[in-house]
Every structure is written in C-alpha cells, then in structure tokens.
C-alpha cells in the first residue's frame, strides 16, 4: 500500500501563490492533483506521467504548473494568480508503476480571500 503525504495549503488572498507538495512512499506511476470545493464534485486539476508529459484543466492553465520529481517520489503544485473559486480541498493523486490502483491522498484544504 502506498501512501501520499500532502503538504503546503492555507489560506492565501487573491492574486497569491502557494505551493503544493505530496510525497509517496514508494515508487509511484501517473500522479496528479483534483479539487473539491463544497457541493462539487472532485474535478481534475493536473496530472503528470512519471516522464514528465503534463496535462491541466483549463481553469489552471497558464496559472498552475505542475512537477515531480521522480528520485523523491513526489509532485508539486505550483499555483500563481489564486483566485477565490480555486477555494477547495487539493488531494493528489497517484498510480500504480504496474497494474491499475490509483492511491488518494487525505487532501489539503486551499483558501483563497477575496
């Protein structure tokens, strides 16, 4: 079982940046990052393949950038220009090398004030 730590939310005021990290404990495949605000559903942010090929929601694109870096086992978020309907609970996601489990983080909560 391989487990996600999350790290970097708060809260940020409009027009702020914050950086999200998750760390996996082993040796992971895809790994991405979905949202959830209150009364949504979970929607995709942006994933990244262990080779480094990015894909974005269009509600991220030209302000988020995500990475990894393979030899930590980890993914970042980077996000620019926060806006408050980016408030949400951020999980990373993450998928199996071999086979097809895909493993969630607990999430962390991103606030951003208007």
């Known amino acids: 079982q391989v487990q996600l730590a999350e790290s970097g939310g708060g809260l940020v005021q409009a027009g702020g940046s914050l950086r999200l990290s998750c760390a996996a404990s082993?040796?992971?495949?895809?790994m991405g990052w979905y949202r959830q605000a209150p009364g949504k559903q979970r929607e995709l942010v942006a994933d990244?393949?262990?080779?480094?090929?990015?894909n974005y929601a269009d509600s991220g694109k030209g302000r988020f950038t995500i990475s990894r870096d393979n030899a930590k086992n980890t993914v970042y978020l980077r996000m620019n220009s926060l806006k408050p309907e980016d408030t949400a609970v951020y999980y990373c996601?993450?998928?199996?090398?071999?086979?097809?489990?895909?493993?969630w983080g607990q999430g962390t909560q991103v606030t951003v004030s208007s």
């Open positions: 990244i393949t262990r080779g480094g090929y990015t």
């Open positions: 082993a040796s992971i495949g895809a």
């Open positions: 996601a993450a998928d199996s090398r071999f086979g097809s489990t895909r493993y």
